[in-house]
């Protein structure tokens, strides 16, 4: 990772760690925690007032995003679902009610003050079909071909390497599975420095790739049926929009992953001292066992 590239995840880090210490200082008032500060573009308005109303006050107050993934994706009974910076939990706590007591809802998250809200948040909701796990959305601490869908809310714009994002979320999909994604992109016609103009990274503007980028990155990690569509502007040239693709059925049969020409049985240098997994996700044992290989020392 570039020098600038670890500077603007410093700084969305900080951004939204403030952020969740406002809500969780603001939920020892009277009258509940404080809602981060967003303009009409973004944050909890975007929910309708029953889905607010379900949820505890500080998953919330807490939301940033621009849109609502968990109608997206359209979440069904008994699904296992990821979402990609899950904040404060309010994405998550909402597809958790939507999979059910048989599903379960992973919430994905780089910022320890943000994931101590979602947990608190979680423990309120007496969600017991969540699990919130730390790490960066470039690379994923779940295994290959484990979730059904993949949501996120205004969150890929905020990464330095978004064609990572996209490779990950296809290879923890299983076959057959989507993602539902709200987040901003740009018109075809802005050039980068143009977007720029129009708002900082941090504020989910500048990072923003266009229309046809996002369908070249989703293309380019495998996926199908691409689907993006503005919803509202948030700034000139610059919309929140619905994006919507597939895993292949077929995809099981191409590696999620890179292999080198010395791998085999799901490792590189099999059976010496050497050997590693080809998948980051999963232990050497792990691989051998899920290629079927006969070698297991």
């Known amino acids: 990772m570039s020098e600038q590239s670890t500077d603007l995840r410093e700084t969305v880090r900080r951004r939204y760690a403030a952020a969740a210490v406002k809500v969780t200082e603001g ?169 720029a103009e129009r708002g900082d990274y941090v504020g989910c503007i500048a990072g923003a790739l266009s229309y046809a980028e996002y369908r070249a990155g989703l293309e380019a990690a495998g996926f199908t049926d691409i689907a993006v569509i503005a919803t509202h502007p948030v700034a000139a040239g610059m919309h929140s929009a619905i994006v919507r693709a597939t895993k292949p059925m077929t995809a099981e049969k191409a590696r999620p992953y890179a292999e080198s020409r010395d791998a085999c049985c799901g490792v590189d240098a099999c059976c010496t001292p050497a050997e590693t997994s080809v998948d980051p996700a999963r232990t050497v044992t792990e691989a051998k066992t899920a290629s079927g290989c006969g070698c297991q020392g």
């Open 27 to 195: 939920g020892t008032a009277c009258c509940g925690p404080a809602p981060v500060e967003a303009d009409e573009n973004f944050g909890s308005t975007l929910y309708a007032t029953a889905e607010r109303a379900a949820l505890p006050a500080g998953a919330v107050a807490a939301s940033l995003g621009c849109g609502n993934p968990t109608a997206v994706a359209e979440l069904r009974d008994g699904e296992r679902v990821l979402d990609l910076g899950s904040g404060g939990g309010i994405d998550v706590l909402l597809s958790a009610r939507r999979v059910g007591p048989t599903g379960k809802v992973y919430g994905l998250d780089m910022t320890d003050e943000m994931l101590e809200l979602a947990l608190a948040n979680a423990a309120k909701a007496g969600a017991t079909n969540v699990e919130f796990l730390k790490g960066a959305i470039e690379a994923v601490p779940l295994p290959a071909n484990a979730i059904d869908v993949v949501i996120s809310n205004c969150v890929i714009n905020l990464s330095t390497d978004k064609p990572a994002v996209f490779a990950e979320a296809f290879r923890v999909l299983k076959p057959g599975g989507r993602i539902g994604v709200s987040d901003v992109v740009a018109d075809d016609t802005l050039t980068p420095d143009q977007r």
